[in-house]
Nanobody
Framework: QVQLEESGGGLVQAGGSLRLSCAAS????????MGWFRQAVGKEREFVSA????????YYADSVKGRFTVSRDNAKNTVYLQMNSLNVEDTAVYSC???????????????????WGQGIQVTVSS
């Protein structure tokens, strides 16, 4: 049984930082592209970032580029999202996801991901 469990969310002031973690089990972690998505109240789930199984290729939404950094530790079956310079617009439920696909054209698609975590709340106050 595949499980993805996010941690590290919470409440932070604008301009602050948080580091999300996603621990995976039940899958060959080092063969999966790992993604982060977020969903704000009243909005659709949107792509945030992704990292290829090698860790050498990363992808970012324009809205987070230069502020967020995705990384992974295949020995720990964990993917991270370091979020800096947070603003109110970053408030959302953040979810990690695992995809067996590696093409750059698919990493931003929700449908490309087979497994999802429950999500964790990130709230940025002004």
């Amino acid at each position: 049984q595949v499980q993805l469990e996010e941690s590290g969310g919470g409440l932070v002031q604008a301009g602050g930082s948080l580091r999300l973690s996603c621990a995976a089990s039940g899958l060959s972690f080092n063969t999966y592209t790992m993604g982060w998505f977020r969903q704000a109240v009243g909005k659709e789930r949107e792509f945030v970032s992704a990292i290829a199984w090698t860790g050498g290729i990363t992808y970012y939404a324009d809205s987070v580029k230069g502020r967020f950094t995705v990384s992974r530790d295949n020995a720990k079956n964990t993917v991270y999202l370091q979020m800096n310079s947070l603003n109110v617009e970053d408030t959302a439920v953040y979810s990690c996801a695992a995809s067996p696909r590696s093409s750059s054209g698919s990493v931003r698609w929700r449908a490309a991901y087979d497994y999802w975590g429950q999500g964790i709340q990130v709230t940025v106050s002004s």
